[in-house]
C-alpha cells in the first residue's frame, strides 16, 4: 500500500535552535518528493521537490535530503525563525495509470517558541 | 503573475444544504486539483480535471462532485452536508506535471 508517515507529530522548538523532520514513504513506482510549508489558515507552499537522483536540495534555511534506497526523507531547518512555525507536509508523487498520484503525509505541526 | 484564487474564503451552512466553491488556477494552468484537510485526517485528494474531463478521484462520496470550465476555472459542489464536511477545502494548479501551487482555501463550517 501507498503511503507517507511522518514524525513527529509535532514538535516545540526554541528560537534559533535547529530542528530536523522525518519523512518515510513506502510509494512506488518514486517519481518524486516534495515538502510543502503550510501556514495556519493558508494554503501549502512549496520549499523543496526532489527526485530519485537528487539525495539533498536547500532552500535557505530549509534542507531536504533524500535517500531512495530506505525511501526516507528529512527536512532540516537551520537557526529557527518564529515564522517557521507551521506544519510541514511531505507529498510523494506516483506515476501510474498514465497519471500523476499524490500522496501526503499527515503533516509535522512546529512551534518556534521565543 | 496572480496565484490560484478560491470564493469564498469562509462559509458557514447548515446540515442538508447544499455549497458551490469557486477556484480560478494560475494563468496557464489547464490542471485543477481539489482536497479537503481536517485536523484529524490531514490532506485528502478529491478530484482533479485537466482540461474540463475529470482525470483522478479521490475516494469521496459521490455527493461531492466538480466541474472545470473552458478558461480552467474549477468548482466543487456539495450536497446534502454532513456535520464531517467541515473543512478547509483547498485548490490547487500546475502545468500537467509540475508542482501544484495551491490557493488559500474556503474554510467551510457546516452546523
Known amino acids: 500500500k501507498n503511503q507517507v508517515e511522518q514524525s513527529p507529530q509535532s514538535l516545540i522548538i526554541l528560537e534559533g535552535k535547529n530542528c530536523t523532520l522525518q519523512?518515510?514513504?513506502?510509494?512506488?513506482?518514486?517519481?518524486?518528493l516534495r515538502w510543502y510549508k503550510q501556514d495556519t489558515g493558508r494554503g501549502p507552499v512549496s520549499l523543496t521537490i526532489?527526485?530519485?537522483?537528487?539525495n539533498t536540495k536547500s532552500n535557505g534555511r530549509y534542507t531536504a535530503t533524500l535517500d531512495a534506497d530506505t525511501k526516507q526523507s528529512s527536512l532540516h531547518i537551520t537557526a529557527s525563525q518564529l515564522s517557521d512555525s507551521a506544519s510541514y507536509i511531505c507529498?510523494?508523487?506516483?506515476?501510474?495509470?498514465?497519471?500523476?498520484?499524490?500522496?501526503f503525509g499527515s503533516g509535522t505541526r512546529l512551534l518556534v517558541r521565543p | 503573475k496572480a496565484g490560484v484564487t478560491q470564493t469564498p474564503r469562509y462559509l458557514i451552512k447548515t446540515r442538508g444544504q447544499q455549497v458551490t466553491l469557486s477556484c480560478s488556477p494560475i494563468?496557464?494552468?489547464?490542471?485543477v486539483s481539489w482536497y479537503q484537510q481536517t485536523p484529524g485526517q490531514g490532506l485528502q485528494f478529491l478530484f482533479e480535471?485537466?482540461?474540463?474531463?475529470?482525470?483522478n478521484k479521490g475516494n469521496f462520496p459521490g455527493r461531492f462532485s466538480g466541474r472545470q470550465f473552458s478558461n480552467s476555472r474549477s468548482e466543487m459542489n456539495v450536497s446534502t452536508l454532513e456535520l464531517g464536511d467541515s473543512a478547509l477545502y483547498l485548490c490547487?494548479?500546475?502545468?500537467?506535471?509540475?508542482?501544484?501551487?495551491f490557493g488559500p482555501g474556503t474554510r467551510l463550517l457546516v452546523l
Open positions: 526532489m527526485t530519485f537522483s537528487e
Open positions: 519523512c518515510n514513504y513506502t510509494v512506488s513506482p518514486f517519481s518524486n
Open positions: 507529498v510523494v508523487s506516483s506515476w501510474m495509470d498514465s497519471s500523476y498520484k499524490l500522496i
Open positions: 494563468s496557464g494552468h489547464r490542471s
Open positions: 480535471y485537466f482540461s474540463e474531463t475529470q482525470r
Open positions: 490547487a494548479s500546475r502545468r500537467y506535471g509540475e508542482t501544484q501551487y
